[in-house]
């Protein structure tokens, strides 16, 4: 008899397969939505809020490839370098027959206003499209002015939708010497506005860090490492909820629809059948000559 530890793992083996369907290519109408580790479970509505992902589910319909820019944090060595792998990883255990190529680029120190120039070049080298932006922290620890930030980073999301790129946001960095600080929580606000308004999906790391610090008797020394970076797990909590929410915006957007022909214009056969040749034009019967004067009938 199996013990009971063996039949659960059966049993999860078998739930998998089950929603997983007959292996084949990924359909990008099925995408399942990943479940976060124990010590990275928060509640959905402190996690993330959703939108559309059309650019990415095109990619997934038409390559079953998903080309991401992650751009904000740190690209330096050391835990922050392990984020892109994570994230890769995490999206792949989502999207099995789905290959994710992610493209870090990090600044240390890299506020919203300075971006923007930026993320065009990266744009035009790396042709994500997807680019997940952790956005925010700087800006509130250089004590931008909220206002300005909003318009800057507004300015850049409605740039990069209008380029066919989708865009995933992520908020600031929490930790309990900035929770009750008023210009630190507009930053916050800022970027949940420019979510809203630009219609993009947002990952709630303020929220979702600061739930996980309260619940861990440890508190924020678990999640966070020195100089107001993200350790191991943290990061690692971090990738699961961005690849909760890029998961969770997919399922929820609609296939794109085949392309049409332009009006006026027939639609190719299909590659089955060969296309006919046109009919040939056959010239009327001739018609009885014309009356003159000296043809006339007698009346």
């Known amino acids: 008899m199996r013990p009971a ?12 397969g089950l929603s997983a369907g007959t292996p084949g290519p990924a359909m990008a109408d099925d995408v399942p939505t990943p479940t976060p580790s124990l010590e990275c479970r928060v509640p959905g509505s402190q996690l993330y809020s959703v939108a559309s992902l059309a650019a990415a589910k095109a990619a997934l319909e038409e ?9 904000g944090g740190s690209s330096a060595p050391g835990a922050s370098a ?5 994230l890769e990883a995490a999206l792949e255990q989502a999207m099995p027959h789905v290959d994710v190529i992610i493209d870090h680029r990090g600044l ?7 971006a923007a120039e930026r993320l065009r070049s990266l744009v035009a080298d790396v042709e994500p499209d997807l680019v997940v932006w952790q956005v925010g922290t700087h800006d509130a620890i250089a004590r931008v002015d909220p206002t300005a930030f909003a318009e800057a ?13 989708d865009v995933v946001l992520v ?4 930790t309990a010497s900035v929770a009750t600080d008023a210009d630190y929580n507009r930053i916050v606000d800022g970027v949940r506005d420019v979510a809203t308004r630009e219609g993009v999906p947002l990952v709630r790391r303020f929220e979702a860090l600061r739930y996980l610090a309260g619940r861990n008797e440890k508190g924020e020394v678990h999640i966070l490492g020195r100089q107001f970076r993200l350790n191991d797990l943290g990061l690692r909590c971090m990738a ?14 609609p296939a794109p629809e085949p392309a049409k022909a332009p009006a006026g214009e027939v639609a190719s056969p299909p590659a089955s059948e060969p296309a006919k040749p046109p009919a040939a034009v056959v010239p009327p019967p001739p018609g009885p000559p014309d009356l003159t004067g000296p043809q006339r009938a007698p009346g």
């Open 5 to 16: 530890r063996d039949w659960l793992r059966v049993g999860g083996l078998l739930l998998a």
């Open 63 to 71: 390559r079953h490839i998903l080309r991401i820019l992650a751009v």
């Open 82 to 86: 392990s984020y892109p792998v994570k």
């Open 108 to 114: 240390p120190g890299e506020i919203a206003s300075g």
């Open 240 to 253: 699961e909820h961005v690849a909760l929410t890029i998961s969770a915006s997919l399922a929820r957007t």
């Open 171 to 174: 908020d600031p960095l929490y």
């Open 153 to 165: 980073l507004d300015e850049s999301v409605a740039w990069l939708k209008s380029h066919g790129i």
